[in-house]
């Protein structure tokens, strides 16, 4: 997938093109990816706009959310949705004061679009002044496909971002993940050194740099961790670390079948299931008992 942070292009092949914020993803941005592949013609590129960082940053600084996927991972996800070309644009003081027509006009005469796919709420231009009928009436006159998507349901209530922060705020991850979609909830990053107690309690855990987004409710979940390539079992803890005093929240997993060393390596985990909550214990020999516990959640020791 090409990646471009200005809002132009080179080429003057037609472009079909998704627009939208899309943290994390989920089914109804899905749906969205998928309608703008189907208007693909022979020759034609797909395309989507996106921002680097989430518009609240810039209008209301220090209100933006938590979000569910790091600018890294979106791109992850863009790509595999089946996308050719991306415009990651910063969204600045810039892009806040263009009018509704600036902005539809640079989608013309620099993408050079031919359709455009948005969610049926979507809004844009200066304090959101435009919205798909305005964008509807003003590119249909210039030749351009427009489609408004309609909000993918769950439950009897639409599938947003918000409502997904919620569940894994809640430590709710297997409805998070069906909201999601795909492989649902990741948590990716580096394995960094850590304080050393999981050796010397006898469990050995990579510690993973907390990427900037939202984390799940502390405490322990049962996961599949990834490494090069491979699955494993894992128990993961999220938290500080009361039994030690801990201030800042860490994630630290440990692998089953896993002994290699890999600080400076990254790892992903995935399909996090609640098992308890962090709590502190009488004393450190309690806590080993309960780790004991926590590990035969993925089935260690082997049974039998």
């Known amino acids: ?61 220090g209100t933006g959310p938590a979000l569910l996927c790091t600018p890294q991972e979106r791109l992850d996800l863009f790509a595999a949705a089946g996308f050719e070309e991306c415009f990651f644009i910063k969204f600045d003081e810039s892009i806040a004061t263009l009018s509704p027509q600036a902005f539809l006009d640079i989608l013309v005469k620099r993408l050079h679009v031919r359709g455009v796919v948005v969610g049926m709420t979507f809004r844009f231009g200066h304090k959101r002044a435009g919205d798909t009928a305005l964008m509807r009436e003003y590119l249909v006159a210039h ?37 999601l979609g795909g492989t649902g909830y990741e948590i990716r990053g580096v394995v960094e050194i850590g304080a050393g107690r999981g050796h010397e309690l006898g469990f050995p855990t990579a510690n993973v740099r907390v990427p900037e987004k939202l984390l799940p409710q502390d405490g322990v979940y049962s996961a599949v961790a990834r490494y090069d390539g491979r699955d494993y079992a894992a128990v993961v803890s999220i938290g500080t670390n009361p ?54 959640t993925v089935g260690y020791p082997p049974y039998g």
Do not use: C
């Open 1 to 61: 997938m090409e990646i471009r942070h200005e809002l132009a292009r080179a080429s003057a092949r037609p472009l079909v093109l998704a627009i939208g914020f899309f943290d994390g993803f989920h089914r109804g941005h899905r749906e969205i990816a998928r309608r703008t592949l189907m208007l693909r013609r022979p020759g034609w590129r797909s395309g989507v706009l996106s921002f680097s960082n989430h518009p609240a940053t810039h209008l209301r600084p």
């Open 143 to 179: 030749d351009v496909v427009v489609v408004p998507v309609e909000p993918v349901m769950e439950g009897g209530e639409r599938i947003s971002s918000t409502r997904i922060r919620v569940k894994i705020g809640e430590g709710k991850m297997t409805a998070a993940d069906r909201l």
């Open 243 to 296: 039994q030690f005093d801990g201030a800042a929240r860490t994630v630290e997993a440990w692998l089953r079948d896993f002994a290699h060393t890999i600080y400076g390596r990254e790892l992903s985990l995935r399909d996090l299931r609640y098992v308890r909550e962090q709590r502190l214990f009488a004393d450190v020999g309690e806590l080993i008992e309960q780790m004991k516990r926590d590990l035969q």
